[in-house]
């Protein structure tokens, strides 16, 4: 078992999706958010024509800048290496989680670092980091308003942009109230931004007092050994400018080549994610302060990290190390709105943790993910860099197939199939059976309550009845006419 | 063998190809070509596209004739939104004429106290409304950051259309890149309670531009 999978609860997806279903305070988040979601990228992509561009054109190009990467992976991981380290910058490698954290807690020794702001970072959730770094005496400090949240309430954040977005204001406020010594009060939409702002007041000084900052990055720039860092709030800056050490955590796949080429993805990163035409800070960070600067960090260190991605490529799943992050596949896929990010049991939720979990954790352990999908393929047409992601998800499940991971009752049901579908004659009698049978469930408005064999089934959701005749009879029917 | 040894073996392996030498060189020149992705057309100036683009992202905007009007621009700002008078700057903007305009300045990087913030930019693009600021000796980056006010003096001959326009201006006048190159593109926002925007997540709450040679 890899260390990954130590950590997912992806193999308890049914149950846990059961469970998220009927969750009232978790379905009227969801409910709140997903056209905000949508809306909002809609908008955003429409925009683009005001310029002349538009999301078929600029996806193209962005596809073709990561492909042009990930084709060479190896020459651009040097050359990275090469130009970080000339600006003074050190760079480290690590093979899994576990190795992350141990060098980001040997780096912390050495500089007698006792607390870490941190910038989000999906990574570090693969790594565990916030694990070692307490384990090791060392306060981790989320500092993205999501991401602390979800850090106070002890849980793992439920989407990749919007970490909490399966909270209620309720919820926050009752985690505000114990986490900053106060009664719990009643608090209505209009009270949020002094919920921010008592957010803002306890993390500024956990900003000001940190020793080490650690933040993800969006992309790697090969030019110059550059961390890119896009975000909102502003927490992303502060890590990496106030703390004596900056240490970035971030995959391997992260890099692009050029200052262009990061800003024709910077036209699509953030319209993808939130449908803004730009996020409010865009930070390059490279080296470390230099003479005469008054801030920034003494001591940089990029981790470079494997964690299963080095295997993705040449592998029919190469496509996936494309992802540059957005959340667009989650937040127009019918299967992550009506669960949240938690049923999904690791990291990564919705179509593109449908694909990474199994594939950074191992198959078997993920067997349900990549049928939790409608195939409406809503994620592979606003996926920003043209992942297919239903196609990945149809390669798993063969691969399930082929390595015999499918339950027996499946496999048994498939066989008997075959059997039947290499006998005609036999095929179409059964066929019609079959179909007569259901004809005969469904009540007057043509609609099946309980399906007979299946109940399950049919619990939360009727079935339309077939036409009453099988395709080969219609399909016969209409020759002769 | 070392983490990176084996990491760049795999990566190698997957990318299935040798002659790295010859990659290497090719990626090289990709990187000296510096080819840019599609661009956008933008209508109309660049100055007025910059300030819709600026005050859509809920930045306000006040237009000066020329740099010596910039202090009473700002005292006027800081009148007006009833802070005190008292601002930190960055050493690129204190040769200006501070005493006359009744702001008191201190030229230094930001502390947490620091109520008001003023800085000038490396250069702005117009295409999304967007402020570039260096950081360096001259342009601290916390006086962008940690004051609740930040105030930016833009001088409309710095405007560029693009990002990619304002990588070229850098490379053009600088040799170097420096530490940090910060894009700001209003005030500080999170989205994270419930989804409700709220501005002054972490950095600045307000971002009061001063246009520097438009017309008012
Ligand atoms: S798979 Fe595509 S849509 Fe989903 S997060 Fe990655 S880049 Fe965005």
Sequence with gaps: MTAAAKHSQAMHFQARAGEKVRNPVLQRALQKAKPLFVGKRAKGMAALADDALDFETLRTACEAIRNRTLADLDVWLDIFEERAKATGAEVLWARDGEEVGRLVVEIARRHGVTKATKSKSMLSEEAHLNEALAEAGIRPVETDLGEYIVQLAGEAPSHIIAPA?????????????????????????????????????????????????????????????????????????????????????????????????????????????????????????????????????????????????????????????????????????????????????????????????????????????????????????????????PRLMHRLREEQVERGLRPWSERLALKAWAWLAGRPALYRWMTRRAVRYLNWLADDDGRIRILGMAPGWTAGRDLPVASGRTFNELYKARKRA | MTARDTILGRVRQGVGKDDFAQRKAAAQGLLAARSRGPQPVLSGGLVDRFRVKAESLSSTVEAVPDLRAAPAAVARYVAAQHLPPEIVMTPDVASLEWAASGVRGVARAAHDVDRVGVTACFCAVAETGTLMLLSGPDSPATVSLLPETHIALVDTACIVATMEDAFALLRAERGEIPRAINFISGPSRTGDIEQTIVLGAHGPCRVHLILIGAPS
């Design chain 1, 165 to 389: 977005v399966h909270k209620t204001i309720e919820e926050v406020e009752a985690l505000f109230a114990r986490e900053h010594g106060r009664p719990i009060e009643t608090r209505t939409s209009a009270d949020i931004p002094d919920m921010t702002r008592e957010a803002r007041e306890v993390l500024r000084q956990h900003f000001l007092t940190a020793e080490m900052g650690i933040s993800g990055a969006n992309f790697l720039i090969a030019e110059t050994g550059t961390a890119a860092l896009v975000t909102n709030e502003g927490n992303g800056r502060m890590v990496t400018t106030l703390p004596k050490v900056h240490v970035v955590v971030t995959g391997i796949e992260k890099i692009v080549p050029t200052f262009e080429d990061f800003a024709t993805l910077m036209r699509m990163l953030p319209r993808s994610a939130t449908g803004q035409s730009i996020s409010n800070y865009v930070s390059l960070l490279t080296g470390t302060k230099r003479e005469g600067d008054h801030d920034g960090p003494e001591k940089t260190v990029f981790i470079l990290v494997d964690n299963g991605r080095a295997g993705l490529l040449g592998s029919p799943y190469q496509d996936m190390l494309r992802c540059i992050r957005c959340g667009a596949c989650m937040n127009h896929c019918p299967v992550y709105f009506s669960l949240g990010g938690h049923a999904y049991g690791w990291v990564y939720p919705g179509p593109m943790g449908s694909v990474l979990t199994p594939l950074y954790t191992g198959i078997e352990n993920a067997l349900d993910l990549p049928h939790a999908s409608t195939g409406c393929n809503q994620c592979g047409s606003v996926c920003p860099v043209r992942i297919p992601l």
